[in-house]
């Protein structure tokens, strides 16, 4: 299965391509898409779909792995930016006749690590000798994006 993780964000978004079934899967590319804070939203987000249509193109993947939308009640604004993020990548996706899975960062988590509530360090860690890296994939975006990779991997093979 070739699959793209994205853990979109309108300063950086973080992509992740892997190879394989279950756990057994191989790193392709990872990387991060950033934006210039002092453009106006509709060229930033301009960018991100260009740029998730490009990796799109390189790569030809089967599947597209978002994490869902969560936003904590005090902080609405960053449900909304980071909803248009997502807005450009799953155009991107439709655009590409790709289909798009999206899980909870929880399940994930409880995944790949056991834990649903697990630290972004453990999650680096686990990503890190998952695939074998010498060193932890930074910035953590880009750690994200390889989890969705390979929970969806994880999970698409076990059922779960």
């Known amino acids: 299965m070739r699959i793209l993780g994205i853990d979109p964000g309108l300063h950086t978004t973080g992509y992740g391509f892997i190879e394989g ?3 057994g899967v191989r790193l392709i590319e990872a990387g991060f898409i950033r934006t210039n804070p002092k453009d106006n939203l509709p ?3 301009g960018h991100i779909h260009r740029a998730v ?6 790569f030809k993947p089967e599947v597209l792995v978002l994490e869902k939308l969560y936003a904590h009640w005090k902080h609405p604004t ?3 930016i980071l909803g248009y993020a997502r807005g ?3 155009l991107a996706a439709e655009e590409n006749n790709i289909e798009v899975f999206e899980y909870a960062a929880t399940r994930i988590k409880k995944a790949l690590v056991g834990n649903g509530h697990a630290s972004k360090l453990q999650m680096q860690r686990m990503i890190q000798g998952l695939l074998s890296l010498k060193t932890m994939p930074e910035p953590p975006d880009v750690s994200d994006a390889l989890a969705l990779c390979i929970g969806h991997s994880y999970i698409a093979t076990k059922k779960l």
Not at 53 to 58: D, F
């Open 21 to 23: 079934e279950g756990l």
């Open 43 to 45: 060229v930033r987000l």
């Open 53 to 58: 249509n490009k990796i799109i193109g390189k």
């Open 78 to 80: 960053t449900a909304y």
């Open 88 to 90: 450009m990548v799953c």
